[in-house]
């Protein structure tokens, strides 16, 4: 199995910053990409910030320059640097590893528990 702890998150006021991270351990050969999406109230789950294995990065639009996803490839995590952040921002954020579990196995999409993001205007 694969788990994915997710810390960080909660309340901050407008303009605040906030720096979420995931672990990912267990039966883990390989990581592609690693990212974090998240999900507001009625609406749906949407990317906000992902990073490959090499390094590149993408971002949604909403979140360019204000939001830095990073890696840490030695200990299978991934963090999520929050700037200037918003009332607009709060949601549900989830974290996503795309992971091989041995050599020659498939790659598999797995989630960390949602952590709650509240940017008070």
């Known amino acids: 199995q694969v788990y994915l702890v997710v810390s960080g998150g909660g309340l901050v006021q407008a303009g605040g910053s906030l720096r979420l991270s995931c672990a990912a351990s267990g039966s883990i050969f390989r990581i592609n990409a690693m990212g974090w999406y998240r999900q507001a109230p009625g609406k749906q789950r949407e990317l906000v910030a992902a990073?490959?294995?090499?390094?590149?990065?993408n971002y949604a639009d909403s979140v360019k320059g204000r939001f830095t996803i990073s890696r840490d490839n030695a200990k299978n995590t991934v963090y999520l640097q929050m700037n200037s952040l918003k009332p607009e921002d709060t949601a549900v954020y989830y974290c996503?590893?795309?992971?091989?579990?041995?050599?020659?196995?498939?790659?598999?999409?797995?989630w960390g528990q949602g952590t709650q993001v509240t940017v008070s205007s």
């Open positions: 990073i490959t294995s090499g390094g590149s990065t």
């Open positions: 996503n590893a795309v992971v091989a579990r041995g050599s020659g196995s498939y790659y598999n999409s797995y």
